[in-house]
């Protein structure tokens, strides 16, 4: 992620952290890379990935472009991008640089076919302004595509099992008081036009589920942002023992024989003038 240096990034960098993100991705992949193809990423493209964390965006760019095209992934943290050129590596994945290097300063070669983010400009001050740096270093008529979630139909439909809805709730309250801004998506509908783009397309999509893999995510984030849940004197005692969270919000979504929802992902994409 590449989050605003004048304030903490609320996830942080843990390899608890990084393997969260890495179960994360396998989940929004498909979403992630219906976005792509759709705005027109295609092989051959030269992309720039802003805020690459561990790497998953880029890899999924990197396979979209092919040998002929290359990835430019930056990233603020130097532990994840460590993490992240070992991941490539691994992948058999060579058209691919990760840099450590920030959006304002970063300066290309030559002009990109594309930039992309996902769940980046949330936690930025001014994402406009950020978009705006975006759009000078693509290519007139490049595509510019992001995705940013909203937490307001997760929390609705979360409301009918109450540990599960209590974890949803200090996760959102925790988030909104490090300055997130979980409504990021809809938003980016104002944000591209504040930057000076046309009006992007956009969609949103969000999955329902039950089994482990994905009722596990609540008690993973919850893990991930207790530092902060605790700095902001927020009450954990909904929530019980910590240590059998994962397995209680399991059974409790089991036992209702019902489907929880995973945070609403908007996709916004459109083209430089």
Not at 84 to 110: K, S
């Amino acid at each position: 992620m590449e989050p605003d240096t004048r304030r903490d990034y609320l996830l942080g960098s843990t390899d608890a952290e990084h393997e969260r993100l890495i179960r994360q991705a396998i989940r929004v992949a498909p979403v992630t890379e219906r976005l792509f193809r759709e705005a027109g990423i295609a092989p051959g493209h030269r992309v720039l990935d802003l805020g690459s964390g561990v790497g998953d965006v880029a890899m999924l760019l990197a396979r979209l472009v092919g040998p002929a095209g290359e990835v430019v992934a930056i990233e603020r943290d130097p532990r994840s991008i460590g993490r992240a050129r070992i991941r490539a590596v691994e992948a058999g994945l060579r058209n691919i640089e990760f840099l450590h290097a920030d959006i304002g300063t970063f300066i290309p070669e030559t002009l990109f076919d594309a930039a992309v983010g996902r769940y980046i400009l949330q936690f930025l001050p001014d994402p406009a302004s950020t978009l705006r740096t975006l759009a000078a270093k693509i290519k007139p008529g490049g595509i510019i595509a992001f995705q940013e979630g909203s937490w307001a139909p997760f929390l609705a439909l979360s409301a009918h099992l109450p540990l599960w809805h209590a974890g949803v709730s200090i996760l959102h309250e925790a988030s909104v008081r490090s300055g997130v801004n979980l409504e990021m998506g809809p938003a980016l509908h104002k944000t591209f036009q504040d930057a000076g783009l046309p009006i992007p397309q956009m969609r949103l999509e969000m999955e329902l589920g039950y089994e482990p893999e994905f009722t596990r995510w609540v008690s993973d984030v919850v893990f991930s942002i207790h530092a902060a849940i605790e700095k902001f004197d927020i009450s954990l005692a909904p929530l019980g023992d910590l240590d059998t969270l994962q397995q209680r919000l399991h059974e409790e979504v089991s036992a209702s024989n019902t489907v929880v929802p995973w945070i609403a992902l908007v996709s916004a994409w459109t083209r430089r003038k």
